[in-house]
C-alpha cells in the first residue's frame, strides 16, 4: 500500500511569506503527526491531529499551526516565515488509538526560507 | 523535562561486523520505543519498536533492548551491510500522547 506522501518536496519562500504544506497519511491511519528536523535541533515534535482534532502540541510559537480533514489528510500552515524557519519538515501516520503504534513517515518537504 | 539522547554521535564498522547503537533516556514514564533509519534526503524509515513491559525484541537482523533500570535503549545490527549505512534514531513516547521524542542520531558508517 503507498506510504506517506508529503506535498511539495521542495519550497522557496521569502521571509514574512506565509506556507501551506500537504500531508497524506497511509490508508487507514487516523493519527498524523508534524515535526521540524534541522541540523542544530533534530527532529522535534510540533503537533499530532486525529480526528481532525489537535490532541498534542509542541513547543512552537502560534506561527506554526495545521488542521486534519476528515479524510485523515493534514495540513500544516507557518505564517510570517522567518529565516530560521528553514528546515525539513516531516510528517508521520499511524493507526492512532489508544496506545501508541508504528508511525510511518513521509519524505519531508524541504522550506528554504530567503 | 523529558530528553533522549545518544551516547556515540558517530559509528563506524567493518561489513559483516556487528553493530551496536546505544540511546539513553530520561523520562521514567516512557512506555514506547522506536528505532528509526534516516538515509540522504528521506525521512526516517521504522526498523522496530519495544514496548516498556519487554526488555527485548528481534527483528530481521535487528534486536532493540531495553533496559528501564539504568533508562537505556540499544540497536544491535547483525551482519552491517553497506546498505546499513546511515542515520540512527531512538525516539520515546509515554502512554498515548503521540508524541515522540527523538535523540539527535548517531551516523553509523559501514566500511565495506
Known amino acids: 500500500k503507498a506510504g506517506v506522501t508529503q506535498t511539495p518536496r521542495y519550497l522557496i519562500k521569502t521571509r514574512g511569506q506565509q506556507v501551506t504544506l500537504s500531508c497524506s497519511p497511509i490508508s487507514g491511519h487516523r493519527s498524523v503527526s508534524w515535526y521540524q528536523q534541522t541540523p542544530g535541533q533534530g527532529l522535534q515534535f510540533l503537533f499530532e491531529y486525529f480526528s481532525e482534532t489537535q490532541r498534542n502540541k509542541g513547543n512552537f510559537p502560534g506561527r506554526f499551526s495545521g488542521r486534519q480533514f476528515s479524510n485523515s489528510r493534514s495540513e500544516m500552515n507557518v505564517s510570517t516565515l522567518e529565516l530560521g524557519d528553514s528546515a525539513l519538515y516531516l510528517c508521520a501516520s499511524s493507526f492512532g488509538g489508544q496506545r501508541n503504534t508504528e508511525a510511518f513517515f513521509g519524505q519531508g518537504t524541504r522550506l528554504t526560507v530567503v | 523535562g523529558e530528553s533522549v539522547g545518544l551516547h556515540l554521535p558517530t559509528l563506524s564498522v567493518q561489513e559483516g561486523d556487528n553493530s551496536i547503537i546505544n540511546c539513553a533516556y530520561s523520562n521514567s514514564a516512557s512506555d514506547y520505543f522506536i528505532w528509526y533509519k534516516q538515509e540522504s534526503g528521506k525521512g526516517p524509515q521504522f526498523i522496530i519498536d519495544i514496548r516498556s513491559n519487554m526488555d527485548k525484541r528481534q527483528g530481521q537482523r535487528v534486536t532493540v533492548l531495553l533496559n528501564k533500570t539504568v533508562k537505556h535503549l540499544s540497536l544491535q545490527i547483525a551482519a552491517t551491510q553497506p546498505g546499513d549505512s546511515a542515520v540512527y534514531f531512538c525516539?520515546?513516547?509515554?502512554?498515548?500522547?503521540?508524541?515522540?521524542?527523538f535523540g539527535k542520531g548517531t551516523l553509523l558508517t559501514v566500511n565495506p
Open positions: 525516539a520515546e513516547s509515554g502512554g498515548s500522547n503521540y508524541k515522540l521524542t
